[in-house]
C-alpha cells in the first residue's frame, strides 16, 4: 500500500513539472493535436483586435473558408490543412512573437501573411530568417520589398505608391473649365499611408495640381477637424486621405461636421470594403479609392470566390478577402505542382512561374512585387462602380462632386 501512495505522489509530481515545463516554454498546439503525418500545417498571425481588426476579421474569414475548401478538394499532397491563426493585435512586435512561435514551437509545415504594412515590414523578417516562403496579400510598402529578400511575394497587384495613380489620370480628363487646381493630403505617419501619400502627391504634380497641405497625422487620431479647418479656409479643391479603414470614415465625418464640400475625395482602404457604405450610408456616395480587386473584375474564378464568400459570411467580399485568396491560390499551386513543402522548392517555384489567381495572372520581379493592375473605384447610389481603367469600367467618374451635406 505504501509502495502504492509513493508511486501516486511520484506520478503527480512528475505530471506537475512536465506542466510547468509547457508554461515555462510557451509550448502551444491547437485543442486538436497536429498530428504532421496526418495534417499539413499552416500558421498565420493577423489583426483580430487593435486599430486593424476591421481589415484583419476579412483574412481570417478568406483563408478559412479556402481551408476548408481544399480539404473538400482532397487536400494538398493528399492530406487535409490544419490552420493555426493568432491574433497580433495590430502590432508588430507581437507579429514577430507569433511568427517566431508558429514556426520554431508549433514547427508549421507554411505560414501565410499578415496585414498591414508595419506588421508585415516587421514579420516577413523571420520568414526571411528561417528560409520560409511568406505569401502575402496584406502589406504595399514599398520599404518591405526593398531589403533583397528572397522569400517575401506580395498577391496584390501594386504598391502602396501606386494606389491613386488611376485616380489622377481620371482627373486628367476632367475639361479645362472644371479642372480642379488644388489638392490637400492628410495621412498617418505609418510606413503603408506615408507610401500612399507620396505616390499620391507625386501622381497629383504629374496632373499639375498645387499641394497646398501635405499633413502626417499619428496612428490613433480620432479627431481631423484640427488638420481639415485650414483645409476648408483655403478651399482645396481635392481632399486625399492615406490611412486605414476609420481614418476614412472620420475623414468623410469631419468634412460634413465642417460643411466642408471638396471637388473630391480619394482616401485609401476605407472606400475599398463594403463596410465604408455601412458606416456612412449616402455619405460615402462619390468618395473614390484604389482598389486590387472588385466583384465585377473580369478574372476567372471571380464569381465563384464572390459566390462561397457571401454565402458563408452573408457580406460581399472586398479586396482584403481577395488578397488573402490569392495568396492561398499560389500556395496551393506552388505545392501541388512541385508536390513539395520544402521551402526553397516553393519559393523558387513561385519566382519563376505565372499562376492564375482571383487577382488575374500574376508574376513576379525580382523584389517579389508583381506588375502594377490597380482599378480605381467610386461610390455611387450606395455601390461602389469601377471608373478606372477604361477597359475595366462598370460606371462613369462623377466629378465634381455635388453638395451633398
Known amino acids: 500500500m505504501e509502495r502504492k501512495n509513493i508511486l501516486g505522489i511520484i506520478l503527480v509530481v512528475v505530471i506537475a513539472a512536465l506542466l510547468i515545463t509547457v508554461g515555462i516554454t510557451g509550448i502551444w498546439k491547437p485543442s486538436d493535436d497536429i498530428d504532421s503525418d496526418d495534417e499539413i500545417v499552416i500558421g ?40 493555426i491563426l493568432y491574433d497580433d493585435q495590430s502590432d508588430p512586435t507581437t507579429g514577430v512573437s507569433l511568427y517566431e512561435k508558429l514556426i520554431t514551437v508549433d514547427e508549421v509545415d507554411c505560414i501565410l501573411g499578415a496585414y498591414s504594412s508595419p506588421v508585415i515590414l516587421a514579420t516577413s523578417s523571420i520568414a526571411e530568417k528561417y528560409e520560409m516562403l511568406y505569401m502575402e496579400g496584406g502589406g504595399t510598402s514599398s520599404e518591405i520589398f526593398d531589403r533583397g529578400y528572397n522569400y517575401v511575394f506580395l498577391s ?31 495621412y498617418e505617419d505609418t510606413i503603408f499611408a506615408t507610401s500612399v501619400a ?80 455601412d458606416e456612412l450610408g449616402t455619405d460615402a456616395d462619390i468618395v473614390c479609392c484604389g482598389v486590387h ?36 491560390q499560389v ?4 505545392i501541388n505542382e512541385t508536390e513539395s513543402l520544402d521551402q526553397k522548392v516553393l519559393r523558387d517555384y513561385v519566382a519563376s512561374h505565372t499562376i492564375s489567381t482571383i487577382l488575374g495572372n500574376l508574376s513576379w520581379d525580382e523584389r517579389g512585387v508583381p506588375a ?34
Open 331 to 334: 500556395l496551393e499551386e506552388a
Open 198 to 277: 507620396e505616390g499620391g502627391k507625386k501622381s497629383a504634380e504629374e496632373a499639375g495640381l498645387e499641394v497646398k497641405f501635405f499633413e502626417s497625422y499619428p496612428k490613433g487620431t480620432t479627431d481631423f477637424k484640427p488638420i481639415l479647418q485650414p483645409f476648408k479656409d483655403e478651399n482645396v479643391d481635392i481632399v486625399y486621405g492615406g490611412g486605414y479603414f476609420q481614418d476614412s470614415v472620420l475623414l468623410v465625418k469631419t468634412c460634413k461636421e465642417l460643411n466642408y464640400n471638396p471637388m473630391a475625395i480619394w482616401s485609401s482602404v476605407g472606400p475599398g470594403m463594403v463596410d465604408f457604405g
Open 156 to 186: 496584390w497587384p501594386g504598391l502602396a505608391e501606386d494606389y491613386s495613380k488611376g485616380f489622377f489620370e481620371l482627373i486628367k480628363t476632367v475639361p479645362e473649365d472644371k479642372k480642379p487646381k488644388t489638392i490637400g493630403f492628410l
Open 44 to 83: 498565420a498571425a493577423i489583426s483580430l483586435s487593435g486599430k486593424y481588426a476591421d481589415s484583419g476579421l476579412w483574412y481570417k474569414q478568406t483563408y478559412e473558408m479556402w481551408q476548408d475548401q481544399v480539404n473538400d478538394r482532397g487536400g494538398l499532397l493528399g492530406k487535409d490543412v490544419k490552420l
Open 293 to 328: 480587386f472588385d466583384v465585377t473584375s473580369p478574372y476567372e474564378g471571380v464569381p465563384e470566390f464572390v459566390d462561397e464568400f457571401e454565402n458563408r459570411y452573408n457580406k460581399t467580399p472586398g479586396y482584403h478577402a481577395a488578397g488573402a485568396y490569392a495568396t492561398c
Open 372 to 405: 502594377e493592375a490597380m482599378l480605381t473605384i467610386q461610390w455611387q447610389d450606395g455601390k461602389t462602380v469601377i471608373v478606372w481603367p477604361p477597359e475595366a469600367k462598370t460606371g462613369e467618374f462623377v466629378f465634381p462632386k455635388p453638395a451633398l451635406w
